[in-house]
């Protein structure tokens, strides 16, 4: 089960982020940082701390985030790994 609970501090606005993270979870925490994005200039922290799984999609999705300026904490180092790897891939 996919679960996105958002917390504020003074330094970021965090989406904590567990379960399993697939294809078809991305729009909706999309919609989410959109908003966010759109409504407050608080910086914006993806935290992975309690995800167990995620798919292809979703390594492609965190990749552009920090490309983007958007931190991720607490992420999974196998998750990390894959990350680092997919920047340097010209697959669309």
Not at 30 to 40: D, P, S
Not at 46 to 56: C, F, N, T
Not at 63 to 83: F, M, Q
Request: with cysteine.
């Amino acid at each position: 089960m996919f679960k996105i609970r958002r917390s504020e501090d003074k330094d970021f606005v965090t989406f904590v982020l567990s379960g399993r993270i697939e294809e078809e979870q991305l729009s909706e925490l999309q919609k989410l940082l959109k908003v966010e994005l759109g409504a407050n200039p608080t910086p914006i922290a993806l935290d992975l701390g309690d995800v167990k799984l995620v798919d292809r999609e979703a390594i492609k999705f965190f990749a552009v985030c920090e490309a983007h300026g958007v931190v991720i904490k607490n992420c999974p180092s196998y998750v990390r790994e894959w990350i680092e790897t997919g920047r340097g891939s010209n697959e669309p």
